[in-house]
């Protein structure tokens, strides 16, 4: 299908406003989408509404709510396109239909192959105009994680790593609070609000012995996941009960002592799960029961060895790393341990690339391709 949009300043004022209001709910939708929906009538907004978390009303129909009558012969500017099937709500497209407006403006169309243009025809046969394509870039960018869960079946997997200026995580001596700043710790608890899950190795969760959960206020603690194949995780770890919000999932494999498995399956707000093969946990297989259970995005916080693992399974979509100004020298581990690649032409690089130093730590962020 052709993909055709509005020039109009106005139009693109208006859809900057569904976008707005479509990231109030960030980090709450999973595993739907982020959608923000305007009604305007004679140049003036006369409803909207964003999507709050999955089972919930659309966009839409929060938008068509506060409009009433207005909506009668209006403009709806919605980032994502209308849905066309019955799900846990009923189908969007109708609802516009119902409501009589004159014209949809739809930034990007829906990957989900349960609509996947079936919207945007329903309304078009409807006798209602329809644009898509406005701000397009800006509405996959804002739903990076929906697209890659919904094409994939995989979540949409962030690397988030603390080093000093000569490439360490740590020192000699294990020691790693703090690399960073009191700035950057900040940051990261802001998108450990926005991620469904936070993710580290057995060493981490051994030897940091982190809570792993959101000090924002009003945010949102993540579900905790441990990769550990032998089981090797203390019962009386911190990150095991560190939140009532969220699960711990503990990822083994059949090498875990059935003793031990027994124990930690006996645990409040935890969750094991065992993969059939000795030692190591399938990490594919794990991202996808992540999807299958309605999570779809990570963020992996550690270390070293697991990350590398990430990278060599080619799981990971962004790095977010941060650099302190500071040497320590000597034998400590590095954010990509994991990862061992033997020639410099099979360098993994990153795109789309970003940087900040404003708060004193250079802060670099990009994708892998």
């Known amino acids: 299908m052709s993909q055709t949009y509005s020039s109009d300043k106005i139009d ?121 394509g406005l701000l397009r870039e800006e509405a996959l960018l804002m739903n990076e994680v929906f697209v890659k869960a919904i094409t994939t079946g995989l979540p949409f997997v962030v690397y988030k790593s603390a080093m000093t200026l000569d490439g360490k995580i740590a020192t000699e001596t294990g020691d790693s609070q703090w690399i960073s700043n009191e700035a950057s710790r900040s940051y990261v608890h802001e998108l450990r609000d926005r991620y469904d899950v936070i993710l580290v190795g057995s060493e981490t969760a051994i030897h940091d012995n982190p809570a792993l959960t959101c000090r924002l206020p009003n945010g949102k603690d993540p579900i905790r996941l441990i990769v550990d194949g032998m089981l090797r995780i203390d019962e009386h770890a911190q990150v095991l009960n560190s939140s009532k919000q969220s699960p711990c999932i503990i990822a083994t494999s059949r090498s875990a002592s059935e003793e031990k498995l027994n124990r930690f399956k006996n645990l409040e707000h935890v969750e094991v799960w065992q993969y059939d093969v000795e030692r190591y946990v399938p990490l594919n297989m794990l991202m996808r029961d992540l999807v299958h259970r309605g999570w779809t995005s990570v963020l992996l916080e550690g270390g070293g060895k697991l990350a590398g693992a990430f990278l060599q399974e080619k799981l990971i979509d962004k790095v977010e790393l941060f650099i302190a100004p500071k040497f320590i020298g000597g034998n400590g581990p590095s954010p990509l341990s994991g990862l061992h690649i033997q020639r410099m032409a099979d360098a993994i690089m990153l795109h789309n690339i970003n940087v900040d130093i404003r708060s004193g730590d250079l802060h670099v962020w990009g994708y892998i391709r």
Request: hydrophobic residues 40%.
């Open 12 to 132: 693109e004022k208006f859809m900057r406003r569904a976008f707005e209001l479509a990231i109030m709910a960030l980090g709450r939708t999973s595993p739907n989408p982020l959608v923000g929906c305007v009604i305007v009538h004679d140049d003036q907004i006369v409803g909207e509404g964003y999507h709050h978390k999955a089972g919930t009303p659309h966009a839409e129909v929060h938008a068509l709510a506060a409009a009433g009558d207005k909506a009668h012969g209006a403009t709806a500017y919605v980032t994502l396109e209308p849905c066309s099937h019955f799900g846990r709500t009923p189908p969007c497209a109708d609802a516009l239909i119902r409501a009589q407006v004159h014209r949809v403006i739809i930034a990007m169309e829906d990957p989900n192959p349960l609509v996947a243009g079936q919207g945007i025809n329903r309304l078009r046969e409807a006798g209602i105009q329809v644009e898509v």
